[in-house]
T-cell receptor, first 113, second 114 residues
Framework: AQSVAQPEDQVNVAEGNPLTVKCTYS??????LFWYVQYPNRGLQFLLK????DNLVKGSYGFEAEFNKSQTSFHLKKPSALVSDSALYFC???????????WGAGTKLIIKP | DSGVTQTPKHLITATGQRVTLRCSPR?????VYWYQQSLDQGLQFLIH???????AKGNILERFSAQQFPDLHSELNLSSLELGDSALYFC?????????????FGPGTRLTVL
């Protein structure tokens, strides 16, 4: 079955430290992977995607993600966290049978000053 | 601002009632997706329309229905409402039927069923 897992409900990081939000996936065929962010009382905003090419993908707000085919992972990273990065982060993979997105449960990122 | 608009922003209604949520996609986008976000279920895909035609169904209840009109706006109809239908309802749009790029999300409609 095709699925996305975000193993951490919450990640706590001190401001200025590097952050990682984990995502693993299971999908038939080539993976199309996405990260979205949701701020309180707002819709989801696109951060970055992996379709093909370089395994390190750069996105909005200084975020990047590393695609690892052997580990079927697509972890979101940022070298230096900001308090304003505190939000809910969703990983998604495209279901190649119907072209819909399969969403992870979301990870709440809390950056402490 | 994603360019996707949703109305109303908030909706409070009673059990057993029927409501309609409206979504206007980004200019030029032909696909509209509806999602339900609740605390216990997370983000659930409901239904996808492309250029007026239904393309895919997700976890959409029979009490719920949707359509996309010739001007490409979409409406999600929720009937015989139950307490458990209280949630945030998002629509998203994208240019094509097949998802090769990101979806653009609206700000959502918060539905409260009392």
């Amino acid at each position: 079955a095709q699925s996305v897992a975000q193993p951490e409900d919450q990640v706590n990081v001190a401001e200025g430290n590097p952050l990682t939000v984990k995502c693993t996936y299971s999908v038939s065929g080539n993976p199309y992977l996405f990260w979205y962010v949701q701020y309180p009382n707002r819709g989801l905003q696109f951060l970055l995607k992996y379709i093909t090419g370089d395994n390190l993908v750069k996105g909005s707000y200084g975020f990047e993600a590393e695609f690892n085919k052997s580990q079927t992972s697509f972890h979101l990273k940022k070298p230096s966290a900001l308090v304003s990065d505190s939000a809910l982060y969703f990983c998604a993979v495209r279901d190649n049978s119907n072209y819909q997105l399969i969403w992870g449960a979301g990870t709440k990122l809390i950056i402490k000053p | 601002d994603s360019g996707v608009t949703q109305t109303p922003k908030h909706l409070i209604t009673a059990t057993g009632q029927r409501v309609t949520l409206r979504c206007s996609p980004r200019s030029g986008d032909l696909s509209v997706y509806w999602y339900q976000q609740s605390l216990d279920q997370g983000l659930q895909f409901l239904i996808h329309y492309y250029n007026g035609e239904e393309r895919a169904k997700g976890n959409i209840l029979e009490r719920f229905s949707a359509q996309q009109f010739p001007d490409l706006h979409s409406e999600l109809n929720l009937s015989s409402l139950e307490l458990g239908d209280s949630a945030l309802y998002f629509c998203a749009s994208s240019p094509r039927a097949e998802l090769y790029n990101e979806q653009f999300f609206g700000p959502g409609t918060r539905l409260t069923v009392l």
